[in-house]
């Protein structure tokens, strides 16, 4: 099972910026699809983007788009998520995620079955 560690969060205000980190314990592989979801309460999570074949295909979610930018460090075994332009809605605790296989079209509603345990981003107006 791998685990993963998030860092980064923090509360900001709107316009402001904050990077994300995901430690994995073991090599992200090519052919895994990890990702970033967010939730806030009573509400279910939502994915963010997501990154796969070896770090050359990212998706977006298109509430951050042009806005965050999904990157890994295969040497650190790391993903990041680079959140500019942050905004109100984007307050949530953001998890990262490792799936077993590759990242598909609709890559936020297949299973991953490796979550951390969150970082929260608060971002005020």
């Known amino acids: 099972q791998v685990q993963l560690e998030e860092s980064g969060g923090g509360s900001v205000q709107a316009g402001g910026s904050l990077r994300l980190s995901c430690v994995a314990s073991?090599?992200?592989?090519?052919?895994?699809?990890m990702a970033w979801f967010r939730q806030t309460p009573g509400n279910e999570r939502e994915g963010v983007a997501a990154i796969g074949s070896g770090g050359t295909m990212t998706y977006y979610a298109d509430p951050v788009k042009d806005r965050f930018t999904i990157s890994q460090d295969n040497a650190a075994n790391t993903i990041f998520l680079q959140m500019n332009s942050l905004k109100p809605e984007d307050t949530a605790l953001y998890y990262c995620?490792?799936?077993?296989?590759?990242?598909?079209?609709?890559?936020?509603?297949?299973?991953?079955?490796?979550w951390g345990q969150g970082t929260q981003v608060t971002v005020s107006s």
């Open positions: 073991t090599t992200i592989w090519w052919d895994r699809c």
């Open positions: 995620a490792r799936s077993n296989s590759e990242c598909g079209r609709t890559w936020y509603s297949q299973t991953f079955n490796s």
